[in-house]
């Protein structure tokens, strides 16, 4: 009879089963990283740490934790019809889902729904999407794809090579041929694209702040962007995966754009966090060149719009009415606006912040003077967790992104221990623990 490993995540003998995202694995797995439960807008860690969370989860828990009309909607679809595909059929609760996302996105934008299982697999299919498009529009010379310098869109192997900023994109041989980037703190490099590729180029995918460091992209370089689309037909994308849902004021970003976008993704919250998912919503004329064809676009996802992962969006949406989600998150961010403001102020590491509504992020200076990185962040996030508030890590800093349904006390509660975290960094400098 072979050994059974133990069922005790915690155990100090036996090695991790799970591999987590993004770190050693000699440094995973402790019981101080592990999450034993979260409620509300609370979190508790296995070595007994019970903090405020002001990460959202991973930008996607808009309305805190454990919301029971969700998991009940989820419970129901389970129990009402378990897995139904989307290949070559529908179900009915993905046709509602995505009739109330495209009335949610507004003013009759979007004909169409295309489901997905996250942010990344989204933007895969938006790569192939855009190019398809433009084949069946009779430019099949259009397929480079050009986003922004900074950006983050993902880790498979399409949004991979979007992602603007390098976490290793050659490491792993991920093609880029068809890829530019471009900065947006002027339209100078934009410009300079379009001038040499601009009949080549099939989409421009955006984030409305930049996923890494919460930058607002200014509105000067996406005018720029609307008159460039006008000249050379390309496909303008919102990449929402983290600005959706309320996340930085109205339901969408890209509603307050000058002009609309052709293509939407939005993903992490549109379940709040309870079902791997993701939505990618199209313009009538996209749709119509698809349908006057013929044509079938070859994208499909196991998992994508079952009954369980619709119920929890039309959950979710339901519940950003009931909660009145959109108008708490301005109030909000009217506070973070105020304790920023009043902590850049009375605290000398914290040089400046920027971002959108509940997507901040603080600059933040070491013991040298110099932008903290690497050990630096990992020490400050230690003292602000031991403070009472889990936040997370910026180039540069920290952000801060909580829960739309956050209370003035645990805004307040969220400053004591950034505060507090600051202070102890000071005073204590890099962890060695």
């Not at 019981?31 to 019970?50: K, T």
């Not at 499909?300 to 009931?322: D, V």
Request: glycine share 10%.
């Amino acid at each position: 009879m072979q050994p059974t490993r133990s069922s005790s995540w915690k155990s100090d003998t036996l090695p991790s089963a799970v591999w987590t995202s993004l770190q050693p694995l000699t440094e995973t797995n402790l019981p101080s990283s592990g999450v034993v439960s979260a409620f509300g807008h609370r979190i508790r860690f296995g070595n007994g740490d019970d903090v405020l969370c002001a990460t959202s989860g991973l930008w996607n828990v808009n309305l805190g934790y454990g919301n029971p009309a969700i998991a009940e909607a989820v419970h129901g679809a389970l129990l009402e019809c378990s897995y139904s595909t989307l290949f070559r059929q529908w179900n009915a609760h993905a046709e509602e889902a995505a009739a109330a996302l495209l009335d949610a996105a507004g003013e009759d934008l979007f004909s169409r729904v295309i489901y997905s299982t996250s942010g990344s697999a989204a933007n895969d299919l938006v790569m192939k999407l855009v190019r398809q498009t433009q084949i069946l529009r009779q430019f099949p010379e259009k397929q480079l794809i050009v986003a922004l310098r900074g950006s983050y869109h993902g880790l498979t192997y399409g949004s991979f090579s979007l992602t603007g900023e390098d976490l290793g994109q050659r490491v792993y041989g991920v093609d880029q041929r068809l890829i530019r980037h471009v900065g947006c703190e002027s339209g100078d490099e934009l410009s300079e694209l379009m001038a040499l590729q601009g009949n080549r180029i099939a989409a421009v995918v955006v984030e409305p702040v930049l996923g890494t460091g919460a930058y607002p992209v200014p509105p000067d370089f996406l005018d720029e962007l609307f008159r460039f689309r006008e000249k050379y037909g390309f496909i303008i994308v919102a990449d929402e995966v983290a600005t959706g849902f309320g996340r930085t004021g109205p339901m969408f970003a890209s509603t307050r754009w000058s002009q609309g976008p052709d293509v939407l993704i939005t993903s992490k919250g549109l379940t709040n966090g309870s079902c791997a998912a993701a939505a990618v919503l199209t313009s009538a004329d996209i749709a119509q060149l698809f349908v006057a064809s013929g044509s079938v676009f070859t994208h499909g996802e196991t998992q994508a719009g079952t009954p369980a992962t619709a119920a929890a969006i039309l959950a979710t949406l339901s519940e950003f009415m009931r909660l009145d989600a959109l108008d708490n998150g301005v109030k909000v961010a009217r506070q973070l606006d105020s304790a920023l403001n009043a902590l850049t102020s009375s605290t000398r590491s914290v040089t400046a912040y920027r971002g959108q509504g509940c997507f901040r992020a603080l600059d933040v200076i070491g013991a040298e003077g110099a932008p903290i990185t690497g050990k630096e962040t990992s020490s400050l996030l230690q003292s602000i967790r031991r403070a009472g508030a889990s936040v997370y890590p910026g180039p540069g800093g920290i952000q801060l992104i909580p829960s739309l349904t956050y209370s003035e006390v645990e805004v307040r509660q969220l400053f004591e221990s950034i505060a507090g975290g600051l202070s102890e960094f000071a005073t204590v400098g890099v962890s060695h623990d």
